[in-house]
């Protein structure tokens, strides 16, 4: 299948490692020319070399996206390299598990900045120009906890959804413009933010972070966590002109963990 994307501009965040490198990696795939930005410069740089060494077109950018400031220079470097960018996938790590009762004021609003104003910022720099070229990609990365909350990870179950009610509103507001706004639910993903939770699951219970792993497995109808070019190749779907009637939708991949109907 043709995507139709070949030579637009994506802008990925957490693009070093994870979700947000299979999403880089499966766009550069289809000829997208491709932004990347992190916090960690070394594992950026090896992911940009990496997408380099394969043919694609990237830049790389080492930013902190709870900061405006940052934000704005990762807008203006990528705009430099390959002019107005044409997809956005958001995308942030976790924040901090626990229970509420664990979590300052501070960690709040630091999860605030991290996974709410980011996506917000992020948004706000790249509508302009798709709205003058009457198109443009607005893609997600949230969680199934937003339709399924998750014990032990208050600050993600509330800021996610937040995200969600933002871009659904948003979809609406920029659809006339040829603009998609979409949402992809990862379920248990095979990453690093998956090996950290489960080892938070084994201190606080004294099990093993093999038996948070069977737990996930056992919850899952397809009986294994999930891979991250599997998420990637969803995400990539929804940037591409294929899905030009998809928008104000949250999809999950989650091996149909997800219970509820709709």
């Not at 709205?131 to 208050?154: H, Y």
């Not at 591409?240 to 991949?253: L, P």
């Amino acid at each position: 299948m043709d995507f139709g994307i070949d030579g637009k501009t994506a802008l990925v965040a957490a693009s070093s490692k994870g979700l947000g490198r299979a999403v880089a990696e499966e766009l550069a795939a289809e000829g997208v020319r491709v932004i990347l930005c992190a916090r960690g410069a070394d594992a950026l740089e090896a992911t940009r070399a990496s997408l380099s060494d394969s043919g694609a077109e990237v830049t790389a950018v080492a930013a902190d996206l709870s900061d405006p400031s940052q934000v704005g220079d990762v807008l203006r470097v990528g705009v430099e390299a390959f002019g107005p960018i044409d997809i956005l996938v958001t995308n942030t790590g976790g924040p901090p598990p626990g229970p509420f009762e664990s979590h300052t004021p501070e960690t709040w609003s630091q999860a605030v900045r991290q996974n709410l104003d980011s996506v917000l910022n992020l948004s706000r720099g790249v509508l302009p120009a798709m709205k003058e070229r009457k198109w443009g990609r607005i893609i997600n990365v949230t969680s199934v906890a937003v339709k399924q909350p998750v014990d032990g990870l208050i600050l993600s179950n509330s800021i996610r959804a937040a995200v969600t009610g933002f871009a659904k509103t948003l979809a609406n507001e920029v659809a006339p413009f040829g603009i998609t706004v979409n949402n992809v639910m990862p379920g248990f993903t095979r990453t690093e933010r998956l090996d950290q939770l489960a080892a938070d699951i084994a201190a606080r219970t004294g099990g093993t972070v093999e038996d948070a792993f069977a737990a996930w497995e056992g919850r899952t109808p397809l009986g294994r966590v999930g891979e991250p070019r599997e998420f990637g190749a969803v995400v990539a779907f929804l940037a591409s002109a294929r899905a030009s009637y998809v928008t104000g939708s949250s999809i999950a991949v989650d091996g149909g963990a997800i219970k509820a109907l709709l």
